[in-house]
């Protein structure tokens, strides 16, 4: 029976965990900024690892980490040799790697660029 109540309540809490909200709208002042280098992607090894904002990492959400940009801006992430974007919400801190500007999802960098690459150029746009 304790078994079965830590399942409920971990399955209650994972439920309302992914109903938490998010500011819908990036900081006024920071809409516009715009930023020009590459975007790499999470490896695997991170999946459910905590975020520094303390959420769990998701593959599969469309979020991604930068160096500056307060938490839950709101930024398209546009690939200069394609012209494919994608809009994510910044979660965490990174990528600590010269050149590179944002660390996107797998979800989000597979929207933009073939996963095999393993970067693309982008320039990134606060909206």
């Known amino acids: 029976m304790k078994a079965f109540t830590s399942v409920i309540v971990l399955t ?3 439920i309302l965990i992914g ?3 998010a500011p819908s709208s990036s900081p006024s002042e920071l809409v516009g900024y715009k930023e020009r280098g590459q975007a790499s ?3 695997m090894k ?3 690892r905590q975020t520094a ?3 769990r990492f998701n593959q599969y959400a469309k979020t991604a980490a930068h160096k500056t940009l307060p ?4 930024v398209r992430v546009t690939n200069l040799s394609n012209g494919k974007s994608v809009v994510v919400r910044i979660n965490d801190r990174g990528p600590f790697i010269e050149g590179r500007i944002i660390d996107l999802s797998r979800s989000a960098f597979s929207a933009i660029g073939d996963i095999d690459s393993g970067l693309v150029n982008v320039e990134i746009e606060v909206i």
């Open 71 to 74: 938490f839950n801006t709101r």
């Open 53 to 55: 904002n303390g959420e």
């Open 46 to 48: 991170y999946q459910f």
């Open 19 to 21: 109903c938490t909200t």
């Open 41 to 43: 992607f999470y490896a």
């Open 12 to 14: 209650v809490s994972m």
